[in-house]
């Protein structure tokens, strides 16, 4: 019984401190606490990462994140039930934005869809398999919803609102529900 208490205690102990880390302002002191955190936690990062305050990132042992990465306020990445999701060099994510390493499955009638378990997609990138790639030099706007199987390409940008899955071509802008290609940045 005292061991499942001092358990319980370690565990929500655990939780406190995740919190404060979550949510410490986004000042120097709070900038370098959570990227000291997630540096840790991640399978992979490169330099000047910056995680705003009340982002979070779920399951980072199989995220892999380059260099010059911008993760804005609110904004959660979950690898949950995926192959992984890699994200490459300048690549910035706005406020409120979400990616879904996978997606429940429901072709299951008789039973009931939280019971059905998880699938996601799987991409080739660098020979290894991700359930998300965004490649270089890519901005999505806020309160975008990135889904299981999406493939961003360099230079794409994806416009706020957007529920993105697919393949897109390089310096491609996305925008939309469900997301479309709306033009090229260049001509």
């Not at 370098?32 to 540096?39: A, F, M, V």
């Not at 490459?88 to 997606?103: A, K, L, M, P, W």
């Not at 080739?124 to 359930?131: E, I």
Request: hydrophobic share 35%.
């Amino acid at each position: 019984m005292i061991k499942k208490i001092f358990k319980l205690f370690i565990f929500e102990f655990s939780q406190l401190i995740l919190w404060f880390i979550l949510s410490y302002p986004d000042s120097r002191i709070g900038l370098s606490i959570r990227r000291s955190y997630w540096k840790k936690k991640l399978k992979s990062c490169g330099k000047n990462l910056e995680l705003r305050r009340g982002s979070a990132i779920g399951f980072p042992s199989i995220i892999e994140i380059g260099n010059n990465f911008i993760l804005g306020n609110f904004a959660h990445i979950t690898a949950a039930g995926s192959k992984g999701i890699y994200i490459g060099d300048n690549v910035s994510i706005s406020r409120g934005t979400y990616f879904h390493g996978s997606n429940h499955k429901f072709d299951n009638p008789n039973k009931p869809i939280m019971e059905q378990g998880t699938e996601s997609a799987s991409l080739d990138y660098k020979n290894k398999t991700y359930s998300i790639v965004i490649c270089d030099d890519v901005w999505i706007g806020s309160n975008a919803v990135i889904l299981s199987g999406t493939y961003l390409s360099n230079g794409c940008i994806v416009s706020s609102g957007s529920v993105v899955s697919g393949f897109y071509d390089e310096y491609s802008i996305i925008g939309g529900n469900p997301a479309r290609f709306v033009k090229k940045r260049f001509k």
